[in-house]
């Protein structure tokens, strides 16, 4: 059964830069990576997504090592309204059909 | 752009009776489409994908079935609900090879 895990829960305070990771072994080949951000009862919001190497936005960085069995979300300079949870997503079925979602990872920022 | 409509957006309903989610899409042709949920306070469970009409892939046995009748519509269904059942439901969309999904609103379900 694919597995994709991620920290449970993360805290930071405001403009520091936070780094979440996602462990998914059994990613299928020619599949992305995509993040996405979570409030409460909402529909998950598009971050970044990337293949491999590492990819920027004007929001995050997502850096995908070679093996491409984990990547790390990186989101610079944090501030409150970040507190949110962060999904992986990730495909395991070949074409990109099966995506499945990490566990999930509560981040907390204090100010 | 890729639009997703989902309904309806809340309902209560009582152990052992059906449920009927519907999504339809729009700015888009042959999209994968999925239903996910969501417990209270967990994360996003893949319930089923399809990939085309009358398609389904089901992931995690349970009394929820899906339909894919036309090529932008999406159903789930239940014919006799449990408390499990209870929680938020997204339907969600894909352009096959982007591994990006769009989504609709949501529906948040509570079984008594």
């Known amino acids: 059964l694919a597995k994709t895990t991620q920290p449970i829960s993360m805290d930071s305070y405001e403009g520091q830069e936070v780094n979440i990771t996602c462990s998914h072994n059994n990613i299928a080949t020619n599949d992305y990576i995509t993040w996405y951000q979570q409030f409460p009862s909402q529909g998950p919001r598009f971050i970044i997504q990337?293949?491999?190497t590492k990819v920027t936005n004007e929001v995050a960085s997502l850096f995908i090592p070679a093996d491409r069995k984990s990547s790390t979300l990186s989101l610079p300079r944090v501030s409150l309204s970040d507190t949110a949870v962060y999904y992986c997503?990730?495909?395991?079925?070949?074409?990109?059909?099966?995506?499945?979602f990490g566990t999930g990872t509560l981040l907390a920022v204090q100010p | 752009s890729q639009t997703i409509h989902q309904w309806p957006a809340t309902l209560v309903q009582p152990v052992g009776s059906p449920l009927s989610l519907e999504c339809t899409v729009e700015?888009?042709?042959?999209?994968?489409l999925y239903w996910y949920r969501q417990a209270a306070g967990r994360g996003l469970q893949l319930l089923f994908y399809?990939?085309?009409?009358?398609?389904i892939s089901s992931e995690v046995p349970q009394n929820l079935s899906a339909s894919r009748p036309q090529d932008r519509q999406f159903i789930l269904s239940s014919k006799k609900l449990l408390l499990s059942d209870s929680g938020f439901y997204l339907c969600?969309?894909?352009?096959?090879?982007?591994?990006?999904?769009?989504f609709g609103e949501g529906s948040r379900l509570t079984v008594l």
């Open positions: 969600a969309g894909a352009i096959a090879g982007t591994g990006e999904l769009f």
């Open positions: 990337g293949y491999k």
């Open positions: 700015g888009t042709s042959n999209p994968n």
């Open positions: 997503l990730v495909g395991y079925g070949g074409a990109t059909n099966k995506l499945i």
């Open positions: 399809s990939v085309g009409i009358g398609q």
